[in-house]
């Protein structure tokens, strides 16, 4: 089993007509996800190598029976884009775009949350989520993810998601499901959603997580794997070495007042139990380790 | 986008919210002609982007024109935890009867805005949550719904702020709330906002950092951008559109996505070294980001060697070589560069790059294994 998607799931993508979506969407493809349509305000009946393009995501969705959506547009119009996938019923939606502005992100959390509480957004700023042999949503580059499990993959930064599948693979262990939540100040799925569905998935037997400076999220899946989590977790915090006070990145990540430090964060999931590894190499060993081991 | 003071005071005031007039000054004769013009006694503040300014002894109130040069003098210049002072802000000393906090920011772990309320205020603020927590009132506010009159006045008495002081509070408490909702603020801080004898409510500081992404609906920032202090490299780096901090150590750092940067300093530590920079190429960067990253990093002194860190994902390995391409037909490259590249185009970047090998360029296969290098080549110093 994987998480949130399969090989079964029906994509269309908003955005494929654009550089980067006509890029990635046709990469999905060939990878074998099954990309079904693609969404263009005003190119209705025209097509992306053979993938036919609707005006919306309702007519989209109705004409190929899509459940799932990869939104690349520009910040500007991502927010209206992600609601418009969540009205016309689209149950997983990923948004890859990076600068969405706060306020837009807020609001189409409020958004969610009020009106299609069915809909789960996975970013935005996310490089989204692969199921090795089954279907890559996003950005990730597909040779680098190995099939056949047992690992289960959540990071918070976009890179550092690809780097964690490369350690693993180069290894010869592969993934069930490797999400990349994004590291945007309001992200739609977070750490405890992907800790929880890994736990439920009987395929997923360890899960490596990749944390980084700034907010509370680590702290708060610290908490929840205490509770909730039998399964075996690797750790890896990026930005131990990072100054405080200054902004790394549009990624949210930001050190001040003794809060969100990647010590502070190391701590709190080692005392949960977690194996807190210093840099993405050093968790890829542990979790060979710890599979070997299994 | 953090403000100064007198920026922040300009973003206020442009949404209503009252705040001392002043000057801004940048030496000591100018600042006893605006003290004078201000009226004393006056307050001459540090202009700094960081907070802790009035322990750092960098806000003081002077009563004469002799005291405005002393204060003057002593403040521009020093240094606020790394910050140096280059310019003052001088205004009239206000009669405070009363200092509150109070504060508005995203509380990403709930996705809703939230705003703090203390009736103690005019100090630190984390002091307050530990010795007096229940001074302090706290209210999610829906980005659907807006902060409402009715919830304002809830907040206000919450924070069991002064009864006849509530109205005017929660007055303000609303303009700082369009503040910060129209004006794309992820923070708003005002500390204190006082009571003055007279009644009136006064923001007396003014905290604000923007959200640099809402920055194509506000043509208005642009002013804010061009006053900012960025060091050489920071400033050079920003006008090529990079995501660049200085550091002091003397290893370059390129890398693609915040994430894999600051991993990419994590490791280089670990090998014993020290990054010169933190640079994030940003999501989908070309050539052109790429040669211009190295133009960066080659105007700093400091380093003696780079290293090049990609995990392409949107960003194509290819256009990464490319660039690197470019970068040595345009510049002459002082260091020697240590490159690590891995995802999407891959192998095509390592075709372009193979052509390019030398004493100078060396690809690795690791991040581990090449930052070790790097920092050994740092060591050695430039060829």
Known sequence: MSIFVDENTKVIVQGLTGNQGRFHGLRNRDYGTKVVAGVTPGKAGTDVDGIPIFDSVKEAAAATGATASFIVVPPRFAADAIIEAAAAGIAFVVCITEFIPAKDE???????????????LLGPNCPGIISPGRCNIGITSGDIAL???PVGIVSRSGTLTYQALYELSQKGVGQTTCVGIGGDPVPGTNFIDCLAAFEADPETKAVL?????????EEKAAAFIKEHVTKPVVAYVAGVTAPPGRKMGHAGAIVSGGHGTAQGKMDALREAGVVVAVNPTEAGDRMVEIVEGL | MDLFEYQGKDFFARYGVPTSSGVLVRDPEAAVDAARKVGFPAVVKAQVQV??????????????????????????????KGHIVHKVWVEHASDIAKEYYVSFTLDRGVKQYLCLLSSEGGVEIEEVAKTNPDAIARVHIDPLEGLTDAEAARVVADASIDEPSRPGVAKVLLQLYQAFVEGDADLVEVNPLIIKTDGKVHAL????TLDDSASYRHPEWEAYRADMELDGREALARSKGLNYIGLDGTVGIIANGAGLAMATLDVVS????RAANFLDLGGGAGADAMANALEVINTDENVQAVFVNIFGGITRCDEVAKGIQEALGRVNLT?????????????????????????????EETMVGAAAIAVELAKKGKR
Do not use: C, W
């Open chain 2, 205 to 208: 500081d003014a905290k604000v």
């Open chain 2, 335 to 363: 260091f020697p560069m240590v490159i690590r590249l891995d995802g999407t185009n891959a192998r095509e970047g390592h075709e372009i790059l193979r052509t390019l090998l030398s004493d100078q360029i060396r690809v």
């Open chain 1, 209 to 217: 997580m990749i944390g980084e400076i700034g907010g509370e999220e």
């Open chain 2, 270 to 273: 670990q090998a014993g070294g």
């Open chain 1, 147 to 149: 099939p056949g499990g």
């Open chain 2, 51 to 80: 907070g802790g300014r009035g322990k750092a002894g960098g806000v003081k109130l002077v009563r004469d024109e002799a005291e405005a040069r002393d204060v003057a003098t002593a403040i521009l210049g020093m240094d606020i």
């Open chain 1, 106 to 120: 807020a609001m189409v959390a409020s958004v969610l949350r009020r009106n299609y509480p069915g809909t789960r």
